[in-house]
């Protein structure tokens, strides 16, 4: 665990293969091997790893949903919605399963009732802008478009340091064809998290549709950032 939480992951992973070969239903350590997994980008084996652990100790909710959103990244809506109602059998209140329930839903074309379930997780955790992100990805989705701004807005005001929410609504905006508002949304998720390339891709894309001539500055912004990030790698 020490290396784990140094960051030293290559070595915790060899740590938490030593435990799981002693004793291959050690639970926990399958989880946290997935956990080194999960931070080294090999999503493969964090989901084998995931996998065994809820396998051998269903009652990981973390583990269920983190498996449950890698499963609606790949398209599998109906076995994340079970992972979803498993952890919500034991524990009602997990906004975060949720959300993956609602999630699935909606992704399923069950959207009225995935935007009950959201409601319920904004019930759940009014000050947390992850539920206003979902119930409004929903509200779109039903063509509710003056409640999936409020939406939207309300995730930038309750977090308005985080990437997420401006670009959220940036991307709603640009739905919209709203150029000006999207453009001040990505500038504003640049602005939280400067080291982020995805503000400034999305300025770049916007800059097209728009027919304006700010995409130079994207392409610097772009490799400045990335240039950052490979000194921080090598580093």
């Given at each position: 665990?020490?290396?784990?939480?140094?960051?030293?992951?290559?070595?915790?992973?060899?740590?938490f293969?030593?435990?799981?070969?002693?004793?291959?239903?050690?639970?926990?350590?399958?989880?946290?091997?997935?956990?080194c997994y999960l931070?080294?980008?090999?999503?493969?084996?964090?989901?084998?790893?995931?996998?065994?652990?809820?396998?051998?100790?269903?009652?990981?909710?973390?583990?269920?949903?983190e498996l449950?959103?890698?499963?609606?990244?790949g398209?599998?809506?109906?076995?994340a919605?079970?992972?979803?109602?498993l952890?919500?059998k034991?524990?009602?209140?997990?906004?975060?399963?949720?959300?993956?329930?609602?999630?699935s839903?909606?992704?399923?074309?069950?959207?009225?009732?995935?935007v009950?379930?959201?409601?319920?997780?904004?019930?759940?955790?009014?000050?947390?802008?992850a539920?206003?992100?979902?119930?409004?990805?929903?509200?779109?989705?039903?063509?509710?478009?003056?409640?999936?701004?409020?939406?939207?807005?309300?995730?930038?005001?309750?977090?308005?340091?985080?990437?997420?929410?401006?670009?959220?609504?940036g991307?709603?905006?640009?739905?919209?064809r709203?150029?000006?508002?999207?453009?001040?949304?990505?500038?504003?998720?640049?602005?939280?998290?400067?080291?982020?390339?995805?503000?400034w891709?999305a300025?770049?894309?916007?800059?097209?549709?728009?027919?304006?001539?700010?995409?130079?500055?994207c392409?610097?912004?772009?490799?400045?950032?990335?240039?950052?990030?490979?000194?921080?790698?090598?580093?």
């Open positions: 665990m020490d290396y784990f939480q140094k960051g030293r992951y290559p070595e915790a992973i060899i740590q293969q030593n435990a799981v070969q002693i004793d291959n239903r050690f639970a926990d350590a399958h989880y946290q091997l997935a956990q931070r080294q980008a090999e999503w493969l084996q964090a989901q084998i790893e995931l996998l065994t652990t809820v396998e051998l100790d269903s009652r990981n909710s973390q583990a269920q949903l449950g959103r890698f499963m609606i990244q398209g599998q809506f109906q076995r919605k079970e992972r979803a109602q952890v919500l034991d524990n009602p209140a997990n906004v975060k399963a949720q959300i993956l329930l609602a999630t839903d909606a992704e399923l074309g069950n959207l009225q009732d995935a009950g379930e959201a409601g319920q997780a904004v019930s759940t955790a009014p000050n947390d802008a539920p206003y992100l979902t119930l409004g990805i929903i509200h779109e989705k039903l063509g509710q478009l003056d409640d999936a701004e409020q939406d939207f807005q309300r995730a930038v005001s309750l977090e308005p340091a985080s990437l997420a929410s401006h670009m959220s609504l991307d709603f905006y640009q739905r919209r709203n150029w000006a508002d999207a453009e001040t949304q990505y500038r504003a998720a640049s602005a939280a998290v400067p080291k982020s390339l995805a503000p891709t300025l770049t894309s916007l800059y097209v549709l728009w027919g304006k001539k700010e995409s130079s500055e392409q610097e912004q772009e490799n400045d950032a990335g240039a950052t990030r490979g000194l921080q790698a090598s580093g």
